[in-house]
């Protein structure tokens, strides 16, 4: 059993997809597959049941890929030790981050951290809130940043500066005119949200119980998995949403999205997560010191 092997079954595990892990190793799919039925044959057993063009874990495989991925997350915490030798000249980043974060707080943020550091490569991946504390907890980013809070014995949460949530709805819907939506027009809004286990969600949800409505009997007109398209969605005149601050700034300076009161929605934090028990390198280091406050990181920790 080879680390390169161990990488390809953890990918495909990951993705439970041969072709997609393909394209994410920048393998071809004969060359994925081979390996694992190299791995599979060397130890008589089967890692995967393959069901038409999706694949799944087998209990060996279940058992397999824990294993494998404590085992490359050693091996690039190690590779990651030796890089900062370099003085943060060379090394790499993995970041994982909720939707809100990834698509409109942090990109200003990594440009300034690639101007001071470019010798890191930064892998960032996107996903909710549930999704981002489940990268940090099995070693898949060093360091999440996520909208919702998170509690997980796991995991380390710092609060920091984030953004606003606002109730809004396009320029033409019928309450744009309003300024303040009742309690009684809340409760009959056509409505465009975020999937249950983001941050959003669950505050859109705590603010409905805070004005005494259940929100499993609202009128959920669409789920949608992120701001950008919900934003589109109201542009178009269907329905209400809650959407950060950051997504509709410049819709909400020009007209075509109306901001109204009606609903406690205060700033909320953004949640900085790390694991407890992982070492925290000098490149995660240097990246919060550069994304919170503007400046390069020292030298050592």
Not at 76 to 93: D, F, K, Q, V
Not at 196 to 225: K, Y
Request: proline share 4%; net charge neutral.
């Amino acid at each position: 059993m080879t680390l390169e092997q161990l990488r390809i079954f953890a990918t495909v595990a990951e993705m439970l997809h041969f072709t997609r892990a393909a394209e994410v190793l920048h393998l071809s799919q004969p060359a994925v597959s081979a390996a694992i039925a190299a791995l599979e044959a060397e130890h008589g057993l089967r890692l995967f049941d393959r069901i038409g063009r999706r694949v799944e874990l087998t209990a060996a495989g279940q058992l397999l890929h824990g294993q494998a991925r404590a085992i490359l997350t050693k091996v690039e915490e190690a590779g990651t030790m030796l890089a900062e030798l370099s003085g943060l000249s060379r090394g790499s980043l993995r970041l994982a981050a909720s939707q809100t974060v990834g698509n409109h707080w942090l990109p200003p943020r990594l440009l300034r951290f690639a101007a001071a550091y470019p010798g890191i490569r930064v892998d960032l991946s996107i996903g909710n809130t549930e999704q981002v504390a489940e990268a940090v907890r099995d070693g898949r980013a060093e360091l999440g940043i996520a909208e919702g809070a998170v509690t997980d014995s796991a995991l380390v949460s710092e609060a920091i500066v984030g953004d606003r949530l606002r109730l809004v709805v396009g320029a033409g819907h019928p309450w744009a005119g309003l300024g303040r939506v009742d309690r009684d027009a809340l409760a009959a809004g056509r409505w465009i949200l975020r999937e249950p286990g983001s941050g959003t969600r669950a505050l859109f949800e705590a603010a409905m119980c805070g004005v005494g409505l259940d929100p499993g009997g609202l009128d959920v007109a669409m789920t949608l998995p992120g701001g950008g398209v919900i934003r589109a969605a109201l542009l178009a005149g269907i329905g209400a949403s809650v959407l950060s601050d950051l997504i509709v700034a410049e819709d909400l300076a020009a007209g075509r999205i109306v901001a109204l009161e009606g609903l406690d929605l205060p700033a909320r934090p953004f949640h900085l997560l790390r694991h407890r028990d992982r070492h925290r390198s000098l490149a995660e280091r240097a990246f919060v010191r550069a994304a919170l406050d503007g400046g390069p990181a020292p030298a050592s920790p």
